[in-house]
């Protein structure tokens, strides 16, 4: 039987973080994985990383196991205080970003002043926390630009006694570090495109929609309040993006319905509610035949968001699941919008108001289980409306 010698142990395992790290394409979440994960490789007590944005470092994620065991999970994410720092030689980070080079410090507090660059205690102090040993790599992409730092902080013997970062722990760290690079670079990539395409399907929103004075903020509103939804119902974070993306397109349709209607300050008669129920076919019939998953999520919205959960709905009167779920997701949001935004027909109504009225008619309106679910996030709604009023 062939043993694996540690060394080999340790390659494998790199290999395999690599893999996770590159399979990722959410940056907040590749993020933290970078520093859970290169802490859990070497065994060390706290980590940290910075993200490069021009000549800028932020410091973007932070992790204490000190910490967290003596106050508490939600105690050490509310210690955590986003900054940036300029890159320079003066802090550590901005001297790794600066050069290029590693720096493995056996105690920090223990700078010589010829270093040039110097420990900023204040966490420390304020924490009754010690730094001791540091390890700390430039992320360096493929082309050799350093993209951010990784630092880690107090390793970790057996015996859970804090220890130096040895050479092996600095080349490997390193390597770790350049394949999250190559991952960070791919991960705000994929961001950019996705902010490309949510600009894009927006102001494509706000164009079929441009005769209401309130479509931006409008639009803005129901993707955001749908988004949270989703979460909140328990769906994936892929699906929660996926229904973020595709809710602005939901009342494309409307392009195809006359001033006279859409504009009218009162209640529509008969023919004229005829003539606005067509804007789900008008829109579905707009986005379809596409192969963009987005916009085949638009498509189905646009289509069912008018539908109720006891089939009254329109226009193809579906009942209950037989509606597509993220249809029956930008419903909820749809409404609650609706009924707390000014119209040419009614003044808005206040926030606990609107809550009431989903709650009256969820298993009638809606999906039974979705309005509760919408109240039980009321803080996340609230800053979304006053966010985009």
């Known amino acids: ?64 196991d000190t910490i967290r065991k003596r106050l508490g999970e939600k105690a050490e994410k509310a210690l955590f205080r986003p900054f940036s720092v300029a890159i320079n030689r003066e802090s ?90 190559v991952a960070v670079s791919n991960a705000r990539l994929t961001k950019e495109l996705k902010e490309a395409h949510y600009d894009t399907i927006f ?16 639009i803005h509103r129901v993707s955001e309040y749908s988004r949270v939804l989703a979460r909140a119902i328990g769906l994936e974070s892929e699906q929660q993006e996926l229904v973020y993306y595709a809710s602005p397109m939901h009342d494309v349709g409307k392009l195809g319905v006359p001033d006279a209607v859409l504009l009218k300050p009162g209640r529509l008669d008969p023919e004229e509610r005829k003539v606005m129920e067509q804007h789900p076919l008008i ?23 008018q539908e109720k959960w006891d089939g009254s709905g329109y226009p193809n009167h579906l009942k209950g699941e037989d509606i597509p779920l993220f249809g029956r997701i930008v419903a909820v949001a749809d409404v609650f919008d609706a009924l707390t935004t000014k119209r040419p027909y009614k003044e808005p109504m206040g926030i606990a108001d609107a809550m009431g009225i989903l709650q009256k008619d969820a298993g009638s309106h809606f999906d039974p289980a979705f309005p509760q679910a919408f109240t039980g996030i009321i803080d996340e709604v609230i800053e979304i409306y006053s966010k985009y009023q």
Not at 145 to 166: K, M, T, Y
Not at 283 to 305: D, K, M, P, T, Y
């Open 203 to 218: 102001r494509l929103a706000v164009a079929a929609e441009y005769r209401d004075e309130d479509t931006a903020a409008h």
């Open 283 to 305: 829109g579905a019939r707009i986005l379809s035949g596409s192969h963009s998953r987005v916009l085949q999520a638009a498509e189905q919205i646009a289509l069912s968001h």
């Open 92 to 181: 550590i980070a901005g001297y790794v970003a600066t050069t290029g080079e590693n720096i493995n410090l056996a105690d920090a507090y223990e700078i010589p002043a010829e270093a040039g660059y110097s420990l900023d205690r204040d966490f420390d102090k304020r924490n009754n926390y010690r730094t001791q040993s540091m390890l700390v790599v430039p992320m360096k992409d493929h082309g050799g630009s350093v993209v951010g730092v990784l630092q880690l902080i107090n390793a970790l013997d057996e015996q859970g006694a804090v220890r130096c970062f040895s050479t092996e722990d600095e080349e490997l760290v390193l390597s770790l570090a350049s394949q999250a690079a």
């Open 1 to 64: 039987m062939v043993t694996l010698s540690r060394a080999e142990e340790k390659l494998k395992r790199l290999n395999r973080i690599g893999i996770a790290l590159s399979s990722t394409r959410d940056l907040d979440q590749l993020l933290g994985m970078i520093v859970t994960e290169a802490r859990a490789f070497i065994g060390c007590d706290a980590g940290s990383l910075y993200l490069r944005d021009a000549e800028q470092l932020h410091f973007v994620v932070s992790q204490n």
